[in-house]
């Protein structure tokens, strides 16, 4: 079992950062693919970025990539996304989730999930 909380997110200008933060309990957090996802108002959830337990192996949204970096710290049981350059499309709730092995964009694959962190761009 693996309980995720996000936190970092808030009212940010186009073209600005921010870094959002995720902490997962349990002892096997190295184990887990960690993956991040949003979902705008009225929209399906999606993809953003994911990170392989060794952190060899990332992945990026078309929509992200060269903005967004995914890290993780298997130490202090936490993954992180530093969003740059912020837009307003990039409005939406983000949630960090867990896979058990291997990392993917298909959210089905991820078992556990925080409850969201509100980030919102305006223009």
């Known amino acids: 079992q693996v309980q995720l909380v996000e936190s970092g997110g808030g009212l940010v200008q186009a073209g600005g950062s921010l870094r959002l933060s995720c902490a997962a309990s349990g002892r096997t957090f190295s184990t887990y693919g960690m993956g991040w996802f949003r979902q705008g108002a009225g929209k399906e959830r999606e993809f953003v970025a994911a990170i392989i337990g060794s952190s060899s192996i990332t992945d990026y949204a078309d929509s992200v990539k060269g903005r967004f970096t995914i890290s993780r710290d298997n130490a202090k049981n936490t993954v992180a996304l530093l969003m740059n350059g912020l837009k307003p499309e990039d409005t939406a709730v983000y949630y960090c989730?867990?896979?058990?092995?291997?990392?993917?964009?298909?959210?089905?694959?991820?078992?556990?999930w925080g409850q969201g962190t509100q980030v919102t761009v305006s223009s």
């Open positions: 989730a867990a896979q058990r092995d291997g990392v993917s964009r298909i959210r089905t694959n991820y078992a556990y």
